[in-house]
Every structure is written in structure tokens, then in C-alpha cells.
């Protein structure tokens, strides 16, 4: 029962173009959303994250976007450089809940190609 | 400023022997969060401590896996008589309250043998 799910386990992307990795929940409940950046051998870095209240967020070359009624949000990095390849995890928690932690989706690899 | 610490990077068990990972959480940090990543999977949920409570351990299989966050010192997540189901990498996140984002230790790789 996977309530985050990232069904492109992996995507390739020219250096300088667009990134778009995509995230789906189920959960309705889930109002606050994260996404996070792993390298080998390395523990999950934040990177962004957004709130229900928004539907957009941006951070220099990092964008997250959401779409409430379909469930779906998106992180948009441009121009995508060789340093961005790493594993994207997208993750979603009900914020006023207290005590619900954070689900995780299984993850998108991103390669950037010089 | 330190990060969340944990120790050891890599640990390697026979079957049946006992695994203890450490977590140190960022100064400051009372909520410690420990998940799994099995080989091409994402990060599962394991359990989550706030000093000397465990808040939820909803992830957490029910036998041979415990946690622990003392008042004084790591927190602990202990698993007795590891089996090959067990390799896996376990990361220990830390936050200052409750909701937050999480601040993720580099983790532990354990290899069962």
C-alpha cells in the first residue's frame, strides 16, 4: 500500500535542459510535501518543499509544483547540470498531525549527461 | 554544527547475532526518526522517538527490532538475531520539532552474513 509513489524509476536528461521528476499520493490527508536529494553512500538531503496552501514553490534553479486535486506534484530543475545526478525522493506528512512522519516514495535516479 | 552522527557506517553480523546502530540527532534535536532502505527500494518508516517516548512504531516488525532514545546519549536501534532480511541500509533523521523537515544521518549499511 503505497500511499507516495514515483513511477519513473529512472530518467536521462542532456546537461542544460529541463528536469521533471513526478510524485503521486493517495493520501488525502497529506498537506505538506518535501523533496530529497541522495547521493551513494550518503544519507537523503533536503532540497524543497512545499505546503497545501501553495501551489508552487521555487528555489533558484529548483521548482516544486502541486496539483491538489489531481494528487500529483512535480520538481522542475533547469537548467540541469552533471552535479544534479542522484537519486530524487519525493515525501508527503499531514503537518498539523504531531506525531505522523514522513512517507517516502521509492525514488527517481536522475542522470545528467554531459 | 554538527549533523546527525551515526555509527558504525558499515557493520557486517553473522545469523542470529545481534546488530546495534547509533544515532546521535542534531544539537538540539529531541525527534529521531529511524528508517530502512532495502536494495532498490525507497525509505521505509521504522519508528519515531522523542526523548526516552517512542511516539510511533507503526513500521517497526514487531519482534527482534527495538528502539531506544535515552536521556543521555544516541539513540539506539537494536536487532536481535539478524537474518538475511535484515541487509540493509538504516538512516537515522533527526528535527527540532515535531512536522519538520528532516535532517538525515549518512547511515548504517548492515550486511548479514
Known amino acids: 500500500d503505497q500511499q507516495v509513489k514515483q513511477n519513473s524509476p529512472s530518467l536521462s536528461v542532456q546537461e542544460g535542459r529541463i528536469s521533471i521528476l513526478n510524485c503521486d499520493y493517495t493520501?488525502?490527508?497529506?498537506?505538506?510535501f518535501l523533496w530529497y536529494k541522495k547521493y551513494p553512500a550518503e544519507g537523503p538531503t533536503f532540497l524543497i518543499s512545499?505546503?497545501?496552501?501553495?501551489d508552487k514553490n521555487e528555489d533558484g534553479r529548483f521548482t516544486v509544483f502541486l496539483n491538489k486535486s489531481a494528487k500529483h506534484l512535480s520538481l522542475h530543475i533547469v537548467p540541469s547540470q552533471p552535479g544534479d545526478s542522484a537519486v530524487y525522493f519525493c515525501?508527503?506528512?499531514?503537518?498539523?498531525?504531531?506525531?505522523?512522519?514522513?512517507?517516502f516514495g521509492k525514488g527517481t535516479r536522475l542522470s545528467v549527461i554531459a | 554544527n554538527a549533523g546527525v552522527m551515526q555509527n558504525p557506517r558499515h557493520l557486517v553480523r553473522r545469523r542470529g547475532q545481534e546488530a546495534r546502530l547509533r544515532c546521535s540527532p542534531m544539537?538540539?534535536?529531541?525527534?529521531v526518526y529511524w528508517y530502512r532502505q532495502l536494495p532498490e527500494e525507497g525509505l521505509k518508516f521504522m519508528v519515531y522517538?522523542?526523548?526516552?517516548?517512542?511516539?510511533?512504531e507503526s513500521g517497526m516488525p514487531k519482534e527482534r527490532f527495538s528502539a531506544e532514545f535515552p536521556k543521555e546519549g544516541p539513540s539506539i536501534l537494536r536487532i536481535q538475531q539478524v537474518v538475511r532480511g535484515d541487509s540493509a541500509a538504516y538512516f537515522c533523521?533527526?528535527?527540532?520539532?515535531?512536522?519538520?523537515?528532516?535532517?538525515f544521518g549518512s547511515g548504517t549499511q548492515l550486511s548479514v552474513l
Open positions: 544539537k538540539g534535536h529531541s525527534h
Open positions: 493520501n488525502s490527508m497529506f498537506d505538506y
Open positions: 522517538l522523542q526523548k526516552e517516548n517512542i511516539i510511533d
Open positions: 533523521a533527526s528535527s527540532p520539532n515535531a512536522n519538520e523537515k528532516l535532517f
Open positions: 515525501a508527503a506528512s499531514v503537518a498539523n498531525s504531531g506525531n505522523t512522519p514522513l512517507v
Open positions: 512545499i505546503s497545501s496552501i501553495k
